[in-house]
C-alpha cells in the first residue's frame, strides 16, 4: 500500500460528458502528480501540484484541469470526454523534488 | 517527443536467468534515474535509482548501470524468480526547486518461466 488513494476505480461514462478523478496523498507529501497511462502511449505526464500550487505542465490537453487544495488533496476534471480519454488516470505523490513518486492504484476511465 | 527510449518491450527470462532492461535518454539535464515496477492492476511502485555521478547501484538482485557518456542505463535482474513477472519502466525527472518532471520509457513486459 503505497499511502496514496485515489477515487474512483473504475468508471464508466458517455462521449462529451465529465469526470472529476480524486486523489489524496501520502501524509505529508505537498506534492501530488497525475499521469495517463494507455497501451499506445504508456505514462504520460500531465500536471504537477505543490502545496496548492501549479508547479510543472506536461502533455495535459486543453479539456483537462486539475487543483490542489488546502488540505492536499488533488482533482483531476476531464470534459467534454472522447472514446480516445479512455485510460487509467494515475495520480502520485512526493515529498521532495526528485522522481521518488508513490502512486495509487489509479482510475480506470472508460469513454463509450 | 520521446525523451526516453526503453527496450525491449517484451523479455521472457527463464527462472534463475538474468533480465536486463535497456534505456537511453537525450537530455543531459536528467539528474535522476528510477526504475519502477508495476503488477497488473496496481500503480507503478519504484524499485530502485541511481544519480548520474554513480557508475552502479545494487539492491538485492537488482542492479542499475549508468553509462552517463553514452547516455545509456539498464537495470538487472540477477537469478529472476516467477514473482519479478511485471511491467518495468525506467524513468529521468529534472529537479528545479519544487517541481519535478518524470518522463517515463514506453515499459518492459517481463514474463519470468519456471
Known amino acids: 500500500d503505497s499511502g496514496v488513494t485515489q477515487t474512483p476505480k473504475h468508471l464508466i461514462t458517455a462521449t462529451g460528458q465529465r469526470v472529476t478523478l480524486r486523489c489524496s496523498p501520502r501524509s505529508g507529501d505537498l506534492s501530488v502528480y497525475w499521469y495517463q497511462q494507455s497501451l499506445d502511449q504508456g505514462l504520460q505526464f500531465l500536471i504537477q501540484?505543490?502545496?496548492?500550487?501549479?508547479?510543472a505542465k506536461g502533455n495535459i490537453l486543453e479539456r483537462f484541469s486539475a487543483q490542489q487544495f488546502p488540505d492536499l488533496h488533488s482533482e483531476l476534471n476531464l470534459s467534454s470526454l472522447e472514446l480516445g480519454d479512455s485510460a487509467l488516470y494515475f495520480c502520485?505523490?512526493?515529498?521532495?523534488?526528485?522522481?521518488?513518486?508513490?502512486f495509487g492504484e489509479g482510475s480506470r476511465l472508460t469513454v463509450l | 517527443q520521446q525523451q526516453v527510449k526503453q527496450s525491449p518491450q517484451s523479455l521472457i527470462v527463464q527462472k534463475g536467468g538474468i533480465s536486463i532492461i535497456n534505456c537511453a535518454y537525450e537530455?543531459?539535464?536528467?539528474?535522476?534515474f528510477p526504475w519502477y515496477q508495476q503488477f497488473p492492476g496496481k500503480g507503478p511502485a519504484l524499485l530502485i535509482a541511481i544519480r548520474p555521478d554513480v557508475s552502479e547501484k545494487k539492491e538485492g538482485r537488482f542492479t542499475i548501470s549508468f553509462n552517463k557518456s553514452a547516455k545509456q542505463f539498464s537495470l538487472h535482474i540477477m537469478d529472476s524468480q516467477p514473482g519479478d513477472s511485471a511491467t518495468y519502466f525506467c524513468a529521468a525527472s529534472i529537479s528545479t526547486g519544487t517541481a519535478s518532471k518524470l518522463t517515463f520509457g514506453t515499459g518492459t513486459r517481463l514474463q519470468v518461466t519456471l
Open positions: 537530455n543531459t539535464a536528467f539528474d535522476y
Open positions: 502520485a505523490s512526493a515529498r521532495g523534488n526528485t522522481g521518488e513518486l508513490f
Open positions: 501540484y505543490y502545496n496548492g500550487e501549479e508547479r
